[in-house]
């Protein structure tokens, strides 16, 4: 059952004058009774390994005989033969453990503190549109390993007649890292099929992918629409030590954002960067972890420049229930 959260303050400075959770609003000063105490972010840091290592599918075969994986939602990896090394370059004649975390679903992005944020062509960050994200990473005895060659990767996708780009996190390739996407050049992604164990045809993507670490197939919104930046109003006293902000476009690719800047003197998150395009309809997500339950609420918009949005009210549930939640936005 889900519990609402009565909105409490601890600066003195909010966002006035506001009819709804999307109005424009000006500042001015508001005081709070009730003010709630400061809010520790170890949790809701922690929540981050919490969310994705239990996520993480592992798998072992042979170096030298290769593999072909397919894992629970549907990604499909055939992993050449004699591609893994130890790190002092000496091919592995034996046993490797090889592990794969995918992520299709909103909910399960914005709860593991993911985003498609990636660097434009102008290397500028926005949202990307994004048809997958996978993470891979392979050992041999319990060793790291690096992998030199080749590895087809395909995942599926409803959506037809895209026209994809393979991304990776070349800034910060670890299981814990806060991912910035890059697209690789000169990396195709084409659409494709498989066919899986029960016969049936799953349309998707596939592309080569040459070592480990973070994927994802996507690419840049092509809106000629104008771009601009978005706020939102925190509830004190959060900030970006213990909660994050997220904006979710609607559509039937996953565009995640995550702002990444906090006024501490207005209480206001800010997605920084003046990357959005407007008129995209979307929902900023708010989400914390003060203590055992994960605290979310989300509020839909049209986007446009200096828009902000208002977290007036919080619920609270568990990991589960906040990615159900963002998956019926």
Not at 123 to 148: D, K
Not at 205 to 210: E, H, I, N, W
Request: with cysteine; glycine share 8%; net charge negative.
């Amino acid at each position: 059952m889900k519990i609402y959260i009565p909105f409490f303050a601890l600066g003195f400075l909010i966002f006035t004058g506001c009819s709804s959770s999307t109005d424009d609003c000006e500042a001015g000063p508001v005081e709070y009774p009730n003010q709630q105490g400061e809010i520790d972010g170890t949790v809701y840091r922690n929540s981050l390994m919490d969310c994705r290592l239990p996520k993480v599918q592992s798998f072992e075969f042979n170096s030298y005989e290769g593999a072909q994986i397919v894992a629970s939602q549907g990604t499909a990896l055939n992993i050449s033969p004699n591609i893994f090394f130890d790190l002092d370059g000496n091919p592995i004649d034996g046993r490797v453990s090889f592990s794969i975390l995918e992520m299709y679903d909103p909910g399960d992005i914005v709860a593991c503190q993911l985003s498609t944020n990636g660097l434009n062509s102008a290397q500028q960050i926005e949202p990307l549109l994004s048809e997958s994200i996978f993470y891979i990473e392979a050992y041999h005895n319990g060793n790291p390993v690096r992998m030199e060659g080749e590895m087809e990767v395909f995942i599926p996708s409803e959506v037809s007649n895209l026209q994809l780009s393979l991304f990776h996190s070349p800034t910060c390739s670890q299981l814990q890292c806060s991912v910035l996407w890059e697209e690789i050049p000169r990396r195709v992604v084409n659409a494709g099929e498989y066919v899986d164990a029960a016969g049936n045809i799953i349309t998707g993507y596939r592309s080569v992918v040459t070592g480990l670490g973070w994927f994802s197939y996507a690419r840049y919104n092509s809106s000629a629409a104008p771009r601009g930046i978005l706020y939102n109003k925190a509830l004190a006293p959060y900030n970006l030590g213990n909660s994050n902000v997220f904006i979710k476009y609607e559509g039937n690719s996953t565009a995640i954002g995550m702002y990444s800047e906090f006024d501490a003197n207005s209480q206001v998150f800010s997605e920084k960067y003046g990357q959005i395009p407007a008129d995209i309809p979307a929902h900023v997500i708010f989400v914390g972890k003060p203590g055992n339950s994960f605290n979310f609420e989300a509020a839909g918009l049209i986007t446009e420049n200096g828009k902000i949005t208002v977290t007036r009210q919080l619920q609270s549930g568990s990991e589960t229930e906040l990615v159900d939640y963002v998956n019926n936005l």
